[in-house]
């Protein structure tokens, strides 16, 4: 099992992004996925999540109406669109899964997922 983030880079206030997470070693219909950010001095949150059943989504109240996460039809990459950008975004964004993980409802903390990316470095700053 692998991922592997990409397109994180730095970008003005109000700017957009679009992350994205490719997997390997199995697909999206098998493993659910969850983005994490950390910031600098900042614990590791959850930011987005997509179910593997059916490509379901949940966000945090933070990006909530400003982020949007989807999947490729061959089920190989997810993506992170991230719009409306705030400096309080900058950080480094990882996707997750874990065999156990298939729903964005189970109830899994962050060491409970047993693959990541290597992440990507995001910065929102004028």
């Known amino acids: 099992v692998q991922l592997v983030e990409s397109g994180g880079a730095v970008v003005q206030p109000g700017g957009s992004l679009r992350l994205s997470c490719e997997v390997s070693g199995f697909t999206l219909n098998q493993f659910g996925i969850r983005w994490f950010r950390q910031a600098p001095g900042k614990e590791r949150e959850g930011v987005s999540c997509i179910s593997a059943t059916d490509g379901s989504a949940t966000y945090e109240d933070s990006v909530k109406g400003r982020f949007t996460v989807s999947r490729n039809n061959a089920l190989t990459t997810v993506y992170l669109q991230m719009t409306e950008l705030k400096p309080e975004d900058t950080a480094v964004y990882y996707c997750?899964?874990?065999?156990?993980?298939?729903?964005?409802?189970?109830?899994?903390?962050?060491?409970?997922?047993?693959?990541w990316g290597q992440g990507t470095p995001v910065t929102v700053s004028s």
């Open positions: 997750a899964t874990d065999p156990a993980f298939y729903k964005c409802e189970q109830l899994y903390f962050f060491t409970n997922f047993a693959y």
